[in-house]
């Protein structure tokens, strides 16, 4: 199948408006369709062919590998979608499959400017040209042979489908370019009229289709808003925290590595938050009461980028306090992710996301974002952008308030507090880890006692429990003495791995509370978990994980690397493109050395047969040399009669009988034996060294 | 009901090789390409090409579903034709319908034979061998013969139009051409109809020659015990040098009946003992199954010889072992290269045992032999051994080794009485540039 005129340079100006790429695809088309009014044509073998879609193919390898390495085109200058999310991976894709008609123009060009209509199948395929075992096949048999014109007008319109764009143009001029190629090669036992029809009802039952695929793909995102809503449970939610009071045991996660920390110096922050809460309802932590008219206003509030477009801004620093660094590199979990922040995060930067929301308790979240999340925060001690405190930062639910309010008494928190603000969070920490131990399997109350919760349980009878009792009950028991306090979840920082670096497992999840400090106007970390509690944590390791922690190692630095920002990027794209190189030149030097060693060795039983190897020619050459060498028309007595005024006499006598000796080698059926052959070789030299006249 | 589909599916050859045209490929390539990324309809447009090629294919699809022809189809065919050569004949093809018909295209459709398969099975890889689906009929089919699709001209009704046919037969034997296939693509160009009409016929597909070298092949006319007395006017049989009294044993037709009458008892006649050359054409047919090309090299190689050595002068007795033992003889007018040839296209393989038959038959007629070419597939023990009591006799020998391609050239002679020279090792797939070197 070849083309009809300019169906092809249609096509890529076809794609060059859908993929924006004019000033590409009308130079293109320019000079493919020249090739029907230039009549200059190149002498391009199929091993040239071969070579050149081995070319083009190493390109595409280049580019993917590239497009995969560092998230960009290879041929354009800026990042893939600006941060796509989930939708990433497909914005490297069709970038990438855009492309394919400037990577495959070199070979298209040199097909339209030789002289070849078809190519053989083996130009194209490692498989047809090694198949002689696979599928043999008797050797006269003619191959498979491509149009490749036909086969690039499909690429062509493959790749102009490789865009967003929304314009109901695009189908009627894609089934109208289709019907142009089909032209030529249509059936000559219908009408014309036939043909138009048929391409009619088929460009009808395409838009059906289109349609159809569109209903189908609603349906399937509710099915699949459903199933992930299922699946997506066991993430900190930014709107409750359902606790594990009371349960039997409590599973804090694995060894997985949530997070890893770079910092500057050696104190990173002990705690970084996800969110808190400032409602309990045992077993249950969450932002306002369901229902709540307030609850409703706690809504994501967008953060506007800064000009650089990777640095968010969550508040203003204070002046006197001193700004610390931290890096934080996690991986993101689906299109939206819950950022672990230090208290008192203030400015996010190198954050490559497509959106940032926050609310007032403390929740950031990263939309549309790279695979990995890697960015440095700015932070001070306190955090002043939470939301000031409010009514419910010293609500204590019915449930609870008896016994908290007793132990607040027996505790003498609201006198203290009278005298100073900083004397019940003193004692409550003391309480706490005077008398209370860290328990993974705390007691729980016996079943049919309702006046028993299991915080009462915790707090005056087993005395034993988890980070998620000590922080409920610290900050019932700070509101109980009249500080403002809300319940944190986020995870702790605990764990070196080299300097300045901190390893975050999802086993190192907690809990704990933020009180609010009037002096300063401030919310402050306050945890009364005992400090032990990170040895019983760590006995939770399983003996595989410093395996484990290698190839999440690798995982990150090659995640890095991708993203652009590892210092090993730079240099391996540069190794990748030295290797590329070298397989080329490689590849040339192969085929050229091939190409010499293939020469004599095919042809050269066909030489010594007819005799073209005879030693002979070397005089013709010595004597072609000074412009004497014989003409396509002359015999080689002939010659030798033009050129006998240059030789001598004994020249002459031995040159009459080297040629009979030579024609017998050329043309004598029986041929000559090896004795003669010989001596055909010796004469020559013998020849050669006489002197001349 | 599956049955029912697939003889529906079967009737409609819709599975026929070359249901789709080029352009029916590069559509469904397109359509196939286009379905991984359709499957995201917000982030590219292939959901479209996918779309609108499903369109195509569907309305071709409905399109060649429907496709008669009442048609007369008659060839003319070669009686020879020799395997790797392309052959021309020329097919009529008849309207008998009521429709004129255009745009028609015929193909031959070659009958499968039982062996193809098991021929074609052993030119696979030993893994490949194994596999059940690793074996298609139809591949082996397609490996007998190649046929392209040729246009047919218009065809009015009751009109007929000419084509003239290419064919390119694969392998040596005998070519069953069992039904004509004409084709109608859909008005869209993307698959092909058929209709298969029945007319079996068959070509012999002489094997494959080699040009070979002159083959200086010496030795002395040897003696033909009693002469060969069908060697009718070319021979020196006639030549009766005496008469002599009958002796007990000799043939009735050498009695000289006139002297008999006039002496009035049996007198024969005395012939001068005839001496001419005969040369021995040995093809080994003792291998495994996988080294099937190795064989038809040595096939081609037989006839090559068998066309090439002189015959108007000599006698060549081709020898091997199929079914029995055969000694087929040429030359001084007793047969033709011709049947030499149709005799070696329908040779076949006997297994890797019973060279001891080969052996046995070639030094039976050993001592009539004036010299030996003998072309073997495997150069062990018993076939040197032969090879060394050949030239024990005082016979020329000149051994052929055919071996499997990628082997090197170089073999051991074992034999101490051969010439290195003379033992030839020729490689599947290269055997033209092998001989090159043969002297």
Not at chain 2, 321 to 331: D, L
């Amino acid at each position: 199948m070849n083309l009809p005129p300019f169906c092809l340079g249609a096509a890529l100006l076809f794609w060059g408006w859908t993929c924006n790429w004019m000033q590409a695809a009308v130079p293109l088309a320019l000079l493919l369709e020249s090739a029907r009014f230039v009549p200059t044509r190149w002498e391009f073998t199929t091993q040239d062919f071969h070579r050149i879609w081995t070319f083009c193919v190493l390109i595409v390898l280049a580019a993917a590998l590239f497009s995969v390495s560092t998230g960009r085109s290879m041929l354009d200058s800026g990042e893939v979608g600006s941060g796509g999310g989930s939708g990433v991976a497909t914005a490297y894709a069709i970038r990438f499959f855009q492309w394919w008609p400037m990577i495959f123009a070199p070979f298209v060009l040199a097909f339209f400017f030789s002289r070849q209509r078809y190519l053989p199948l083996s130009v194209f395929s490692w498989l047809v040209r090694n198949s002689a075992d696979l599928f043999p096949r008797p050797r006269t048999f003619p191959g498979r042979q491509v149009a490749p014109d036909a086969v690039y007008f499909g690429l062509v319109l493959g790749a102009a489908a490789m865009t967003s764009l929304k314009s109901p143009f695009f189908l009627p001029l894609l089934a109208l370019l289709t019907g142009w190629a089909l032209w030529a090669s249509r059936s000559r036992s219908v009408p014309r009229w036939v043909f138009v029809l048929m391409l009619l009802g088929a460009c009808f039952i395409g838009a059906a289709g289109v349609q159809g695929m569109r209903q189908l793909q609603a349906w399937v995102s509710r099915f699949d808003d459903l199933l992930m809503q299922r699946l997506s449970g066991g993430r900190f939610d930014p709107l409750e925290s359902r606790t594990q009071l009371g349960a039997i045991a409590l599973h804090k996660g694995s060894s997985r590595i949530a997070l890893r920390l770079f910092t500057t110096n050696a104190m990173p922050p002990e705690l970084v938050r996800s969110a808190s809460y400032d409602t309990f309802s045992s077993p249950v932590w969450m932002l306002g009461t369901r229902g709540d008219k307030d609850r409703e206003h706690i809504k994501w509030l967008p953060l506007s980028a800064e000009q650089d477009g990777m640095t968010w801004v969550l508040g203003k620093e204070g002046d006197s306090l001193e700004r610390n660094f931290v890096r934080i590199a996690q991986f993101a979990s689906g299109s939206r992710t819950l950022l672990s922040l230090p208290l008192g995060a203030l400015v996010l930067s190198n954050l490559n996301a497509q959106k940032v929301s926050w609310t007032r308790y403390g929740a950031v979240r990263a939309e549309d974002s790279d695979q990995l999340l890697d960015f440095v925060v700015s932070y001070q001690a306190g955090s002043n952008v939470d939301r000031e405190p409010t009514a419910r930062d010293l609500h204590i639910s019915q449930d609870e308030r008896p016994h908290i309010e007793a132990l607040a008494a027996r505790l003498q928190l609201a006198q203290r507090r009278a005298v100073s603000f900083r004397d019940p969070l003193r004692v409550v920490r003391g309480h706490f880890l005077s008398s209370f131990k860290y328990s993974l399997r705390p007691e729980i109350p016996p079943g049919g006692n309702l006046r028993r919760t299991p915080l009462f349980h915790f707090l005056e009878i087993s005395k034993e429990g988890h980070c998620e009792y000590f922080a409920t009950a610290s900050c019932l028991l700070l509101r109980a003495a009249g500080i403002h306090a809300r319940y944190v979840t986020g995870y702790s920082v605990q764990e070196a791995a080299g300097a300045n670096q901190y390893l975050v497992r999802h086993r190192h999840a907690h809990a704990w509370v933020i009180y609010w400090s009037p002096e300063e106007r401030r919310w402050f970390d306050f945890d009364t978990t005992p400090p032990d509690w990170v040895r019983s944590e760590n006995q939770q390791a399983a003996v595989w994980e410093p395996a484990l922690d290698v190839f999440s190692r690798l995982w990150f630095e090659f995640s890095l690397w991708r993203a652009g920002r590892s210092e090993l990027a730079r240099g391996l794209t540069m190794a990748l493109m030295v290797i590329l190189a070298g397989f080329l030149v490689r590849l040339f030097i192969k085929a050229r050395r091939q190409k010499r060693s293939v020469l004599p060795g095919d042809l050269g039983w066909q030489r010594r047969m007819l005799g073209l190897d005879s030693e002979y020619y070397r005089i013709e050459s010595s004597f072609a040399k000074q412009g004497l060498g014989r003409r396509v028309e002359e015999t080689a007595f002939s010659w030798a009669k033009r050129i006998q005024a240059r030789l001598t006499a004994d020249q002459q006598k031995s040159l009459h009988e080297i040629q009979e000796l030579h024609y017998r080698l050329r043309f004598d059926p029986a041929g000559v034996s090896e004795v003669q052959r010989k001596e055909l070789a010796e004469r020559v030299q013998r020849w050669m060294s006489l002197p001349a006249r | 009901m599956m049955r029912r589909i697939k003889s529906w599916i079967s009737r409609r050859m819709i599975l026929e090789k070359g249901r789709l045209t080029p352009t029916g490929w590069l559509v469904a390539g397109c359509c196939g390409f286009s379905a991984i990324p359709g499957l995201d309809l917000e982030s590219s447009l292939a959901h479209q090409v996918f779309a609108l090629t499903v369109g195509l294919g569907t309305i071709a699809l409905l399109h060649s579903l429907w496709f008669r022809a009442r048609l007369d189809v008659q060839r003319a065919l070669p009686r020879f034709v020799t395997a790797g050569e392309p052959f021309h004949y020329w097919m009529e093809i008849r309207n008998l319908g009521h429709r004129i018909l255009r745009g028609l295209e015929v193909i031959e459709r070659p009958a499968p034979s039982p062996k193809d398969v098991d021929e074609w099975t052993g030119l696979l890889k030993p893994s490949r061998r194994a596999r059940s689906f690793g074996v298609s009929k139809s591949r082996a089919v397609r490996a007998r013969a190649y046929c392209r699709f040729h246009e047919v001209g218009d065809l009015p009704i009751g009109g007929a139009a000419s084509v003239r046919m290419e064919m390119i037969p694969g392998k040596r034997g005998v070519l069953d051409l069992e039904a004509v296939a004409v084709a109608r693509r859909d008005a869209l160009g993307l698959l092909r109809s058929f209709r298969l009409f029945r007319n079996p016929q068959r070509v012999v597909v002489l094997p494959k020659r080699y040009w070979l070298p002159d083959l200086a092949l010496p030795g002395k006319e040897a003696y033909q015990h009693g002469g060969i007395t069908q060697a009718g006017s070319i021979g020196r049989a006639e030549e009766f040098v005496s008469l002599r009294d009958y002796r007990r044993g000799d043939p009735m037709r050498h009695i000289h009946w006139r002297s008999w009458a006039r002496r009035g008892e049996p007198i024969v006649k005395e012939f001068e003992d005839d001496f001419f050359v005969r040369h021995g054409l040995v093809l080994d047919t003792f291998d495994t199954p996988e080294h099937q090309d190795v064989f038809e090299e040595a096939v081609s190689l037989a006839a090559s010889f068998a066309c090439q050595i002189r015959t108007q002068d000599s006698l060549l007795d081709l020898m091997f072992v199929g079914a029995e033992a055969y000694r087929f003889t040429t030359g001084r007018g007793l047969a033709h290269a011709d049947q030499m040839l149709e005799i070696l296209a329908s040779a076949e393989p006997s297994g890797d045992s019973g060279f001891d038959s080969l052996a046995t038959l070639v030094l039976r007629y050993a001592s009539t032999l004036t010299g030996c070419i003998l072309v073997f597939l495997k150069w062990d023990s018993p076939r040197m051994e032969l090879t060394r009591r050949l030239i024990v006799m005082g016979l020329p020998v000149r051994v052929i080794l055919c071996r499997p391609s990628g082997e090197p050239r170089q073999v051991d002679p074992g034999v101490t009485l051969l010439d290195p020279a003379h033992l030839i090792v020729v490689r599947a797939g290269s055997v033209q540039e092998d001989l090159g070197v043969m002297r």
